[in-house]
């Protein structure tokens, strides 16, 4: 498709820039605020909130707070929050099995928000790097990554994300066949409305340092995680994965990062026309806001920039550390212009 158009002077572009109410009326993809999700790191204690220096603005928050915190947002218009925990380091073992007590912090934030704001989605990480000595998201043994045995403790820790009242299970692991066999135990479990988001291509990124700083894995990871992350060269096979998420019970999908990877949220948006999310990761984040803390961008002018830049792609919906910071701008307001 190619619109017609007639030649200047009949048409003038510059008509549909001329004021506000005409821009407005002109706009071609919206931002709201009911498009993000927000993650958030929960750490244990009272009260405590523990600032994490890569991500300025961004803390770690204990689970009363993050109840609190999670209410705020909700009023502020946000729908949902992403739990990830900072696990204290003597509950890292080489087995993972903090991750499916149902006592871990990540199930404590989820009931603790939900006694809150029921009403608020949560949505939950699978994946073993919180509970993981080694850093990585699936068991090491001999320096290799197993699959099939990871598979097992992940379908364990998301019946256990289910039973603690998460919405959304977010496996963001990369392991082979998670989706099916989390989607079989779900629905063995009678959890028929758990929704599965797929980080069904997700890369094998620079961009993820700050958020490792922030869950504590930085000093545990050993290697990189190339053997199961994407690599940030491939396009095709980001809709293989998508496609095979899909057919194993894949709700929603997720394109990881997000603004160097807009392409294969084109891409994945066109191919398949379902609900497509990007996550704009801790790396993303902490560029932006380290320029605008150095007064070298302008805050809110980058940050809508950004985030619009996700739905000109096509994507649903956002991840954003952003997501208070623009419910804010948003306050009053029904869109950005
Ligand atoms: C862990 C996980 C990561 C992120 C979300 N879940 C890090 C990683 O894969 O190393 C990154 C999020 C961000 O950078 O903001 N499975």
New binding site residues.
Partial sequence: MFPVQAPFPQTRFRRARQSGAIRALAQENHLAVGDLIW?VFVCEGENVEQPIAS?PGVSRLSVDRVAQAASKAFDLGIPAVCI?PYTPLEKRTKDCAEAWNPENLSNRATRAIKAVVPEMAVMT??????YNIDGH?GFVVDGQILNDETVEALVKQAVSQAEAGADII?P???MDSRIARIRGALEAGGHTNVMLLS?SA?Y??G??????D??G?TGA?KGD?ATY?MNPANTDEALRLVARDLQEGADMVMV??GMPYLDVCRRVKDTFGVPTFA???????AMIEGAVRNGWLDGDKVMVESLMAFKRAGCDGV?T?FAPRFAKLMQGKSAVV
């Fill in positions: 993650p991500m990830f990480d699978i994946a073993l790097d919180p998201d977010g963001s692991d990369m980080y997700k094998a990124s961009f993820y340092g700050p958020f490792r922030a869950t894995a990871l995680k992350q990881k990062p996550y704009q990761v801790s790396g993303e984040y991840l550390y």
